[in-house]
Every structure is written in structure tokens, then in C-alpha cells.
């Protein structure tokens, strides 16, 4: 079992940037895919951004590529979501999620957190 718990969301003005921090506890953290998704009100959740457990790899969403950067810390059992130019379309609530197969761009994940909310006001 993994526990996940998000932080760093919160209100930002479009144009602007956050960063959330995703903590993971219970297992060996560098055993685990990661990846965010994200969920707007009456939304399906989508995949934002994931990596690989040593961070050599990351797959991003076409809407947030060149804006959001993923990393991970594996020795701080934590993954990072960098996001800049955040726009309107980008207020979701944010799960971070991990898995112990493949990087994927589907919601199969194993574990996830509960969320933070990131709101971006035009």
C-alpha cells in the first residue's frame, strides 16, 4: 500500500505559475511509475503528466506540454508538478497517482492521493 498526499494548490492568476508537491509513503517510492491527472467539475479526470520511477522518462498531455514539468525526488519519496502559464482551462482539482508497471496516459493507476484544488482566475 501507498499513500499519496498532494499539496500546493491553490488560487493563481492566469499567466501565473504553481507548484505541487505529491509525498508518498509505505513502499519504496522508487519502485513507482508516477503521474498526475486532473478533474474539472462536470469533467471525465484526464492525464496530465507522468515519469518514469528513476525520472528518466515523462509523457505529458498535448494541452499542457511546454508549460507543466514533471520531476521526482525518489531519495524525498516525492513528485513534483512544475506549471507555468497557467490558463482559465487549467482549474481542476490535481490527484497524483503512482503505479508499480508501466508509464501510462490511462487512469489504471494502482494508488492515489486526494487531491488539491488549483484555481485559475482570468
Known amino acids: 500500500q501507498v499513500q499519496l498526499v498532494e499539496s500546493g494548490g491553490g488560487l493563481v492568476q492566469a499567466g501565473g505559475s504553481l507548484r505541487l508537491s505529491c509525498a508518498a509513503s509505505?513502499?519504496?517510492?522508487?519502485?513507482?511509475?508516477m503521474g498526475w491527472f486532473r478533474q474539472a467539475p462536470g469533467k471525465e479526470r484526464e492525464f496530465v503528466a507522468a515519469?518514469?520511477?528513476?525520472?528518466?522518462?515523462?509523457l505529458y498531455a498535448a494541452s499542457v506540454k511546454g508549460r507543466f514539468t514533471i520531476s521526482r525526488d525518489n531519495a524525498k519519496n516525492t513528485v513534483y508538478l512544475q506549471m507555468n502559464s497557467l490558463k482559465p482551462e487549467d482549474t481542476a482539482v490535481y490527484y497524483c497517482?503512482?503505479?508499480?508497471?508501466?508509464?501510462?496516459?490511462?487512469?489504471?493507476?494502482?494508488?492515489w492521493g486526494q487531491g488539491t484544488q488549483v484555481t485559475v482566475s482570468s
Open positions: 497517482a503512482a503505479d508499480r508497471n508501466v508509464i501510462k496516459t490511462t487512469a489504471e493507476y494502482d494508488f
Open positions: 509505505g513502499r519504496t517510492f522508487s519502485n513507482y511509475v
Open positions: 515519469i518514469r520511477r528513476s525520472g528518466s522518462s515523462t
